[in-house]
């Protein structure tokens, strides 16, 4: 298992590099990550984009791109299309978001004949360091998804075990985060919760044990969980946090962020490779890090 963030690093500089496709490189912050992952050797790079701006913003901020190859593409749908095109002729191994709306930048990876979109749904997860051991928690869908049916939840839980899996826990604890911990008919957040720990326990989601509905409390501290009389193997004891809906997993992400100051990744999964789509209000530390993931979450 990958204890923390420092860790994360230390294996992505010992795998073989991998070569991120940025579409819209002409960006400040997107160069700035670059940089840092030139100096770490964690990846290298191919920024399509505009190179006068590129060039103009690397000599600007004194950034190194010596591992790094310039496409010159000033339009930025054909860039976001130029990143997938190289991921299917093997030049790239990870397409990543630089300065271009989302939906233009989801549009080339959705697209249905030369897109990466794979059978299973897109979503989004957000992935701290545990505040009280060793480990990662998964935070899923604060994004993409608004407000996920019970078949959209099923799929995002499977997206983040397949992640989870990836960086070591064999059979993550899901907890089905609501705003009680109780079945309240009249909530239909709650009966979702009930219905996926019952298909968990009759195998029809594989590789975790699903819990839930929980409180966010009862679902992360033990304590919290014994003062409810909850007896649940996931309370206090949670990997991944299945939010209701993305208004609920948005709001803790900026608090993560604002609020705790925490470092943060997140990783786009369900196509046929990870999709590096950090926030525009991500640090270039936390952009680094999800680049970091991206590139263990690659390894063959």
Known sequence: ?????????????????????????????????????????????????????????????????????????????????KSIELLHSRQAHLPMKGLLPTAVFMQAVLDKEKGIRGSHLLSEISIIEKPDREGFLLITDCAINID???????????????????????QP????????????????????????????????IAGCIVDGPFALDNALSMESAKHKGLDSPIAGNADILLMSDIRMGN???????????????????????PVIMTSRSDSPQDKLLSLALACVLCID
């Open 1 to 81: 298992m990958i204890r923390n963030f420092a860790e994360l690093l230390e294996i992505v500089q010992h795998i073989s590099s991998k070569v991120v496709a940025v579409a819209a490189a002409q960006d400040p912050d997107v160069l700035e990550v670059a940089h840092m992952a030139g100096q770490q050797r964690l990846a290298e790079f191919i920024l399509i984009g505009d190179q006068n701006k590129i060039e103009e913003l690397a000599h600007r901020h004194n950034y190194r791109l010596d591992h790094c190859q310039i496409l010159h593409e000033p339009d930025i749908n054909q860039a976001a299309r």
């Open 148 to 170: 996920p049916d019970l078949s959209a939840k099923k799929q995002i839980i499977e997206n983040a075990v397949v992640l989870a899996q990836r960086i070591g826990y064999d």
């Open 173 to 204: 604890h899901v907890a089905c985060i609501t705003s009680l911990e109780t079945v309240n008919p009249s909530m239909q957040d709650t009966l979702d919760a009930a219905v996926l720990s019952k298909m968990a326990q009759r195998g029809q």
């Open 251 to 273: 709001v803790l992400h900026k608090a993560v962020t604002y609020i705790a100051k925490k470092p943060l990744a997140t990783a786009i999964m369900g196509a046929r490779q």
